[in-house]
């Protein structure tokens, strides 16, 4: 028949190789969780270098039409300045 002090001996190496066990599965969450983590960043880098570069080629567009607009109403505005010039000379 086991002793009292044999299952106290017992339990407390249960409980101590539960705790290390506990402690070990918890650093393995976090260290996935890290790994999880930097891959998370490392994608959202290469996401955000994508995005920088497809709005600065959609800004390059906007900007060459925005030119072109302006030009065509300067143009726009000298026709108008010559036909009312011809206008007040008659």
Known sequence: MPSVVNIDIANNLF???LSVLTIIGILIG???W???LE???QYLEK???EHKAISTAKDETMWEKIDSLQTGMNQLLMAIGELKGK???H
């Open 15 to 17: 409980s101590i190789a």
């Open 30 to 32: 976090f260290v996935g």
């Open 34 to 36: 890290f790994i999880r």
């Open 39 to 41: 891959s998370k960043v």
């Open 47 to 49: 996401d955000h270098i």
């Open 87 to 89: 206008i007040n000379q």
